[in-house]
């Protein structure tokens, strides 16, 4: 199964050829968000980070399907 995950601010990944903001995740069937994070050794706060999939706020222990459309975007603050 495949997905797409969007990283946004700071849990976007530096490489040579610049930010990686979103990568193409092949995932087994049952695997829930929280599975796909620490595959990605991406910690998530639940408290400090909304997880959306298909334009939908969900948990960490949402079970993904082919095709999700997943954002991990994590609440910053300025001044």
Do not use: F, K, W, Y
Not at 41 to 46: K, R, T
Request: proline share 5%; charged share 20%.
């Amino acid at each position: 199964m495949h997905i797409t995950i969007h990283l946004h601010t700071t849990l976007q990944r530096s490489s040579p050829q610049g930010l990686i903001r979103q990568l193409e995740v092949e995932v087994s069937p049952g695997d829930t968000l929280r599975d796909l994070c620490a595959r990605l050794g991406i910690a998530v706060d639940e408290e400090n980070t909304l997880l959306v999939v298909n334009h939908c706020n969900v948990g960490p222990d949402q079970v993904l399907s082919d095709g999700d459309d997943v954002h991990l975007i994590p609440a910053i603050s300025g001044g």
